[in-house]
């Protein structure tokens, strides 16, 4: 089906009154890389400047099962029923990988999606180099231009997702279940220093004193790690998502970090900070995309992997051959 070409105007207006059908456009837009789009997308994206960063941004993340889905929908929902305007989004690692999903292939969040305040952008299916994250961004900025004030970014704990996703939230949460001494192994430490609140999940039926003796645990663990946050203690939690329960104390605490971080004035720094960030990861994903996008790179590249195999050819010496085609032609 070939798409509807709109104006700049088209698309500014229609997400400034949150038309949700132009609104799905203009991220399809951000999300295309042929230079046409892009040039439109920019032009659409410096006009909404003024409406953007007024949302507060919340990264969630845990392995799969976890419960993220059905937590988003049981806060999502809360949300708004508490007048707020949600939208959620999702950086998917797999997609890069295997060009399939985690997080977009099944029917997620259905009541949350239907409801009148809420945006949920599914998991975009990911180009051949993946690196559909570095488009969640600009996501977010039409999403907040559009008027929705809380933006959940979800993710699975695979790889660097959770980098890069704590890289461009204000708040970042990990949802877990009960048995925290296994999780508390290898990597999983290093996501914990990334975390704002730890909240186990499932705390409900026989798996709620499981759940309340891991909540002690992690706060045991926690109070050593490196807070995530300056002037604030990464705390444990639980909640049943499925029933609702602890759901509100947990955006309680959300409110009071968003308090307590714009008073000392760490909030905005970190905004800055994820500002100054995000030049040099645009420029990275620029010239990557460039470098493999480009004719004769993409003609030679097969050639040289086989050399390199084969044994014919050193990696320096084809990697040398690769950038020298690329600049001498581009
Ligand atoms: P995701 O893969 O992290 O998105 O996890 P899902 O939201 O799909 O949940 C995985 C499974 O756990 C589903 O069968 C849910 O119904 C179940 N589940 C999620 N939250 C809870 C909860 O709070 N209590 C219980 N008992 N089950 C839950």
Redesign the pocket.
Known sequence: VKRKERSVKEYVEGVLNNDRTILAQAITLVESNAPKHMDIAQQVLNELLPHVGKSIRIGIT?V????????IEAFGTFLCEQGHRVAVLAVDPSSSLTGGSILGDKTRMESLARHPRAFIRPSPSGGALGGVHRKTRETMMLCEAAGYDVILVETVGVGQSEFVVRGMVDFFLM?VLTGAGDDLQGIKRGIMELTDAVVI??A??D?KPKALAAQKEYNQILHYLRPATPGWETKAYT?????GEGIEEIWNVIQKFVETTKQSGVFDMRRRHQQKDWIYSMIKDYLETSFFSHPAVKEKLPVIENNVISGTQSVTSAVRELIKIYESRS
Do not use: E, Y
Not at 64 to 71: E, I, N
């Open positions: 845990g799969p099962g976890a419960g993220k889905s059905t937590f949802l999940n499932k409900d039926r798996n909640c049943s998502a499925l029933l």
